[in-house]
């Protein structure tokens, strides 16, 4: 690849999230989850003089993750070419974030280490050092405001079939931390829950292990997200939870089929869905 490459930049869902109270900072206290699905945006990448990204808007993570990273007098071309929603809890622009960070480091021959990878990704927005550990470890446990990341060492030993569905709303991330109740009370048995029912391959375990407290708040934000939840449980009859600050919200279905069919039901409604799986192949 002289001169430049094409990476893939996997979306994430919360399979737990915990807001446990608020840092000095003013950011929450966090632990989650973070899964990679198959959804991905594909990231171009050419070395050049300068840093450039044909994508505005979110592209700017992108930029800010490149200018992070690379020396100075270097450069690259980035081009993104999107298929994960932008504000829906998808974690799109954190993933090509990522994807920068990681490709950059091999591009320029740069020699970091996973360490030192997550602690520039830090510095680019809350939740790109759990994507970054992502590409390598699968699942990872994401404390603090995104800074802490480790591996969550289990994963599922089987496919997942998932039912993304997003009501077409835009839900603020600011607006939605800034309505949850803080200081809510540590259960340490939602980790440990999510860590055995994932170790288990069961999906009704795993159904029942997700968690999300900035639900109620974004739900009450946006009443639509109470209603594409309720869609979802129906057709795909399972527990449903929400991704990030939301408005995507996703189930665990009990074979393809079924996804496939909950997808072609929620979109005949005027949902943007999608079925994913939990492998995210490095290409
Ligand atoms: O880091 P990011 O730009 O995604 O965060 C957007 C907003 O969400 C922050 O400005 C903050 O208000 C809120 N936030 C928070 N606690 C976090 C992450 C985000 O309060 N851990």
Redesign the pocket.
């Known amino acids: 690849m002289p001169g430049g490459t094409t990476i893939r930049a996997y979306a994430k869902i919360n399979l737990t999230l915990e807001v446990l109270g608020?840092?000095p900072d003013?950011?929450?206290?966090?632990r989650s989850v973070v899964m990679p699905v198959s959804l991905f945006d594909t990231v171009r990448l050419e070395m050049a003089s300068d840093v450039t990204s044909d994508y505005p808007g979110e592209g700017d993570i992108s930029v800010k993750a490149a200018r992070a990273i690379l020396p100075p007098g270097a450069g690259v071309r980035i081009s993104l070419d999107k298929a994960i929603p932008e504000g829906g809890g998808l974690g799109g622009g954190?993933a090509d974030a990522a994807a920068v960070l990681v490709a950059l480091n091999e591009m320029y021959s740069l020699g970091l280490g996973v360490d030192r990878l997550a602690q520039i990704a830090s510095s680019v927005?809350?939740?790109v050092p759990a994507l970054v550990l992502a590409r390598y470890a699968g699942a990872v446990v994401m404390e603090?405001?995104?800074e802490k990341v480790s591996p969550l060492g289990v994963s599922p030993g089987r496919t997942l079939h998932i039912v993304l569905a997003n009501p077409r709303v835009h839900a603020s991330?600011?607006e939605?931390?800034?309505r949850c109740s803080s200081h809510m009370a540590q259960n340490p048995e939602i980790l440990y829950n999510m860590r055995e029912a994932l170790a288990s391959s069961d999906r009704g375990k795993i159904s029942e292990a997700l968690a999300n407290d900035l639900s109620g708040a974004a739900a009450a934000l946006h009443p639509e997200i109470a209603s594409a939840a309720e869609r979802l449980g129906a057709v795909v009859n399972s527990r449903v939870s929400m991704t990030g600050?939301g408005a995507t919200v996703f189930a665990l279905a009990d074979s393809p089929e079924t996804a496939d069919a909950a997808v072609a039901a929620l979109e005949a409604e005027g949902f943007w869905a999608k079925h994913v799986t939990n492998e995210c192949p490095v290409v």
Request: hydrophobic letters at 30%; a positive charge.
């Open positions: 608020v840092r003013g950011y929450h206290a966090l954190s927005g809350s939740d603090g405001r995104g991330t600011k939605v931390f800034a600050s």
